[in-house]
């Protein structure tokens, strides 16, 4: 079946940019999603990318997607203490009747 | 607005009981969706339903029943409570509109711990 791949932990300076990335496996996938997860919550949509697109920027988010690589990035700039979390990457594909597939999220510890 | 319910929060269950888990949205979505988080698996998901009275399974539905009699309610049920079941439930919903970028709104989340 499709996959989604993500590290499991990124540790960065406060103040310093974040990127946690990506990478899936269907070829056929229409939007990609990263969603927030606080702790003790569930996820949030934090921003998504239709896959005709390469970059969408949002305030202090920054989303790159390499369609040919199947490789998606968030970037998020001078990062804060509050944006320590989970960070899900998800993918839906044509036929996947609004089915998530899921990455296992990665940690973003922010160090002082 | 209340947006998507799940209780309880946490709950133990010793091996072989039985237990649902309650999930209510007020948005009149359409879609609705049980998953479990286990530590670095992400989502998996149980059982999804498309509309009152239809539902499906998902990715790992053994040992998990659902219904959806009404558009707001989507209860899991575990029949048979095992050790492998001890996880964290999420329960979430989408607004079908023909229109792949929408959001899937979540719940707080239930932890399940069998012993």
């Known amino acids: 079946g499709e996959d989604v791949e993500q590290s499991l932990f990124l540790s960065v300076r406060e103040g310093d940019s974040s990127v946690i990335n990506c990478t899936y496996t269907d070829s056929s996938s229409t939007y990609l999603y990263w969603y927030k997860q606080e702790p003790g919550a569930g996820l949030q949509l934090l921003t998504y990318?239709?896959?005709n697109m390469d970059m969408k920027q949002d305030q202090r988010l920054t989303v790159l997607l390499n369609k040919k690589d199947k490789h998606l990035s968030l970037r998020i700039a001078d990062t804060q203490t509050g944006d320590s979390a989970i960070y899900f990457c998800a993918e839906k594909g044509e036929d996947s009747n609004y089915q998530l597939i899921w990455g296992a999220g990665t940690k973003l510890i922010i160090k002082p | 607005n209340a947006g998507v319910t799940q209780t309880p929060k946490f709950r133990i269950l010793k091996i072989g009981q039985s237990m649902t888990l309650q999930c209510t949205q007020d948005?009149?979505?359409?879609?609705m969706y049980w998953y479990r988080q286990d530590p670095g698996m992400g989502l998996k998901l149980i059982y999804y339903?498309?509309?009152?009275?239809?539902?499906d399974k998902g990715e790992v539905p053994n040992g998990y029943n659902v219904s959806r009699s009404t558009t707001e309610d989507f209860p899991l049920r575990l029949e048979l409570a095992a050790p492998s079941q001890t996880s964290v439930y999420f329960c979430?919903?989408?607004?079908?509109?023909?229109?792949?970028?929408?959001?899937?709104?979540f719940g707080q989340g239930t932890r399940l711990t069998v012993v």
């Open positions: 948005m009149n979505h359409n879609y």
């Open positions: 979430a919903s989408i607004y079908s509109a023909g229109l792949g970028g929408t959001e899937a709104f």
């Open positions: 990318i239709f896959s």
């Open positions: 339903s498309v509309g009152a009275g239809i539902t």
